[in-house]
C-alpha cells in the first residue's frame, strides 16, 4: 500500500544542522490523495509531540519549541518530504517519525490510511 522511509539523522553538536527525509512508497495503480502530513519526535522522557505539519493546500504549522529553526518542505517529483533542522540544540535530542494521512485507492477500493515512518534518531551534543 503505502510505506514511509525515514533518513538522515545522526549526530551532530548544538547550533549544528540536519536534514530529515521521509520517502513515500506506493503500490503501482494505486493512489494516496494525501490529507496531512508531519513530522513528530519523542524525546527521551517526554510524550511524543508534533513538531511541524503541513495539508495538503500547503498550509503549514509549527510547534512554538522549532519555529524560526525547523522547516517543511516538499518535492512532489520526488514524492519525499524534508525537515530542515538548522540551530539544533540538545533539546531536539529525540527519535522523528514522519505522518502522512490520506485517502488511499486501488481499483473501486478506497479508506482512509494514517501511515508512519520507522523513526530516525536525532542527538544534540557536544
Known amino acids: 500500500q503505502v510505506q514511509l522511509v525515514e533518513s538522515g539523522g545522526g549526530l551532530v553538536q548544538p547550533g549544528g544542522s540536519l536534514r530529515l527525509s521521509c520517502a513515500a512508497s506506493?503500490?503501482?495503480?494505486?493512489?494516496?490523495?494525501?490529507?496531512?502530513m508531519g513530522w513528530y519526535r519523542q524525546a527521551p522522557g517526554k510524550q511524543r509531540e508534533l513538531v511541524a505539519a503541513?495539508?495538503?493546500?500547503?498550509?503549514?504549522d509549527y510547534a512554538d519549541s522549532v519555529k524560526g529553526r525547523f522547516t517543511m518542505s516538499r518535492d512532489n517529483a520526488k514524492n519525499t518530504g524534508y525537515l530542515q533542522m538548522n540551530s539544533l540544540k540538545p533539546e531536539d535530542t529525540a527519535v522523528y517519525y514522519c505522518?502522512?494521512?490520506?485517502?488511499?485507492?486501488?481499483?473501486?477500493?478506497?479508506?482512509?490510511?494514517?501511515?508512519w515512518g520507522q523513526g530516525t534518531l536525532v542527538t544534540v551534543s557536544s
Open positions: 503541513i495539508t495538503s493546500g500547503g498550509s503549514t
Open positions: 505522518n502522512a494521512e490520506g485517502m488511499y485507492y486501488s481499483g473501486n477500493y478506497y479508506k482512509d490510511l494514517e501511515v
Open positions: 506506493i503500490s503501482i495503480g494505486s493512489i494516496f490523495n494525501i490529507n496531512a
